[in-house]
């Protein structure tokens, strides 16, 4: 099967587009939706980032506090490599597990951090979403109520623009409406169905 890894900068619109890809049938898969699922009362991976943060990053019912966790490791760059050394593997794996339940021409694997943690082995094309940044940042504060000195510590862990746009083997542009998003989406659909078919994935 074709994997197709979506990703792209913080208020790109990467859910957007999976949406607008799973409206046409194509099937998703998210890493932030697996990383939640691992996290949950009870998972393994949950136990080990109680050993490796302490029980402070835990909510009053048991439940990871996500934001609490957020805020340690955006200012702790060590913390923040300490997570992702025990969640990336096991997000990978589930992933690859769901793909392999698949029966479609290709799917679309939906990685925000794909390039910044260095997973384009997971995927056989990079579809980047890419928008200007000043737009980004006017969707990050409509929808998560943040700063632009907040923003801009998210931006510094993320790569540049023009370093993502440089590694992507397809471009959507989300700097227009919703209609002309769809059309590139269309048209991104039947290029990758195509591609599926011709080299037998």
């Not at 997971?122 to 409509?142: F, G, H, M, N, T």
């Amino acid at each position: 099967m074709l994997i197709i890894g979506l990703t792209g900068g913080i208020g790109s619109g990467k859910s957007a587009v999976s949406k607008l890809f799973a409206e046409l049938g194509v099937p998703i898969i998210d890493a932030d939706i697996v990383s939640r699922q691992l996290v949950e009362p009870g998972q393994p991976a949950l136990q080990q980032i109680c050993l490796a943060f302490s029980d402070e990053v835990l909510s009053a019912n048991g439940a990871l506090d996500r934001s609490k966790l957020r805020s340690i490791v955006f200012s702790k760059p060590d913390k923040r490599a300490q997570l992702e050394a025990i969640l990336h593997p096991l997000i990978q794996q589930e992933m690859l597990h769901q793909a392999s339940l698949l029966n479609s021409p290709y799917c679309i694997f939906a990685i925000p951090l794909l390039l910044e943690a260095g997973q384009t082995g997971l995927v056989d094309r990079i579809l980047v979403i890419d928008a200007p940044e000043e737009l980004r940042r006017q969707r990050i504060k409509q929808r998560d109520q943040l700063d632009d000195n907040q923003i801009d510590e998210i931006f510094t862990t993320q790569l540049q623009r023009q370093a993502r746009l440089a590694q992507a083997d397809d471009i959507i542009h989300n700097d227009s409406d919703l209609n002309q998003l769809r059309a590139q989406v269309i048209d991104l659909n039947r290029r990758y169905t195509e591609i599926a078919k011709q080299e037998n994935y």
